[in-house]
């Protein structure tokens, strides 16, 4: 007699003794992000190490995705829950969307060519996926170097707007410089011929020029009576002058500080504005630049695109099970019962509709025969009345004419009896 006690059967100790027959909760969930029938995996223990490895892949691909869309979505609104939200709803649509490509490729009954051909749609948007994941964070890892270059491509642009505004202002600054050259050149010769004429006086009034003769007071008071003169005529001249002056000067000075306003707005704006695309330009930059960076990001991304296509690859190179013969034929099995039910479903209209028919082709003969009998009746009668001469007919008519007649009369098409 067979017994168990305590994981004890027949005084031997079983497996269950050890396991309890216990399954881990967390192989649970990686059977589900697998995208397995856990009611049928559960059935094969040999099977859930290689399905529950098969839903860390593929939930690895969902953290990747929250990453790299959150710092993306960080790095250009700058906002916590925004980024928050985003990673999650990306990280979920990227996590389903490789569910559905692993739970939809079969390994049992498909033949290796069939098995590429299926993977071949998969991987190409597993690939897309990885490009769009790995970027960002690409943009992560080499944030510090990126910043330093982010910086050097601010100042070029500072720059390249410095070096814009002063081509825009160019013909003011120009113009308004030659016109105040001018001016001041006409000042500085006024200014120079009413200080000669002042020297000159004031010399000839010490003796130490002119004439060289101190107390000459006629010739002293003519050569100040020609300065005076002279000053009360370039006076107006010199007072238009200055203002003329003010105003050019005023102009430069407007010109520059239009300019140092819009180059600090420029600053500003190119400093508020370092987002994603920004960040981008910075690590091609850098890829360009050095080798080191190139390689390191080429790398890099190809790591984050492999564990993106990870699933389907790992899917791919998965040998057949005995889940996957499981599962195919439990899904054969559906079908055929399906096609079974579809088959009866059709043979039973089949068998209706031949008894409809049989039915209505004994009413047809049934109706055929009825009327028939009632020709044959109509047609004696019709002869009967010929023969005693009741019937007016042309007497010349012939027998044969005669029966077209009566067939045209009473002739009717058998189809349209029912």
Known sequence: MAATTNGRQNGLYTYDLFSGNKQKSDSHFLWWCAGVHQPLLKEYPSEHTKYAGLGGVILATFILAALSSGYAIYSVFNNAIWAVAFAIIWGLIIFNFDRFLVSTMRKYGVGLRKQLWMAVPRMVLALLIGITISRPLELKIFEKEIDVKVAENRHKKIALNDSLLQAENKNILLTAAQER??????????EDTLHRLQQSYLQEADGTGGSFQRGIDKLTLLKQQAYNAALQQFSPELLQLNKNLIYQDSILNNAKANNEIKRKQFEETVAANVGFLERNKALSDLSLQE???????LFISLLIILIEIGPVLSKLIMSAGPYDVAL??????????SENDMRKDKELVFDKMKDLYEKKKETSAVLIEKLNALQT??????IEQWERGEKTINPKTTIDELMKKIKAEYDFKEENVL
């Open 291 to 297: 080798s080191s960076v190139f390689w390191a990001d």
């Open 181 to 190: 050259s001018k001016l001041n050149d006409r000042k500085l010769s006024i």
């Open 377 to 382: 009746k109509h047609i004696d009668k019709e």
């Open 328 to 337: 195919a034929k439990m899904e054969l099995l559906q079908m055929a019962s």
